[in-house]
């Protein structure tokens, strides 16, 4: 596939008089002026969903702040990376084997092999899994004569 550019539009940005650079319009000016496809994603919309937590945030801002880095050293011919979290630390991963990784989980999901998928998608998923799982766990008493059912969706990882 085509190799693909990152461009960083700080918070707060300003121009040469001041006016405030908007993630929209350097979107705008490289559709216009380079003919490119173009996509704006804002970080804090990306983020893990619900409340941001203290978490989410340092996350984002390590993970943010590696990537600045790992562009500013990188040089031509390069592989492709992108920033993971391994445990509870980020770290660079091989573009290709993570794509390999995660159509292997959409193979056995796709058989509901679901103990496959979630094997393959290493120990920290299963690990937080597992947690999720105990700290949902059902614990209320039910009237067994009840018509109705209780339905919980959980979506992890």
């Known amino acids: ?8 539009v700080a918070e707060g940005a300003i121009d040469r008089k001041g006016q405030p650079i908007k993630t929209d319009y350097v979107r705008q000016v490289i559709c216009d002026r380079l003919k490119h496809d173009t996509r704006a994603t804002i970080l804090g919309h990306v983020q ?12 984002g801002t390590m993970t943010g702040a590696m990537a600045v880095e790992k562009l500013r050293r990188s040089e031509l011919g390069d592989d492709a990376t992108i920033v993971g979290i391994r445990g509870f630390s980020p770290k660079f991963n091989p573009l290709v084997e993570t794509i390999a990784a995660t159509q292997l989980v959409g193979e056995f999901t796709a058989k509901l092999d679901f103990e496959s998928a979630i094997l393959a998608r290493k ?10 799982k105990a700290i949902n766990r059902d614990t209320a008493k039910h009237d067994k004569g009840a018509a109705g059912k209780t339905i919980a969706i959980l979506c992890s990882g």
Do not use: P, T, W
Request: aromatic share 14%.
């Open 1 to 8: 596939g085509a190799r693909l550019c990152m461009v960083l």
């Open 48 to 59: 893990r969903g619900g409340q941001a937590s203290a978490y989410d945030r340092l996350i």
């Open 123 to 132: 120990k920290d998923f299963k690990r937080n899994f597992e947690y999720h």
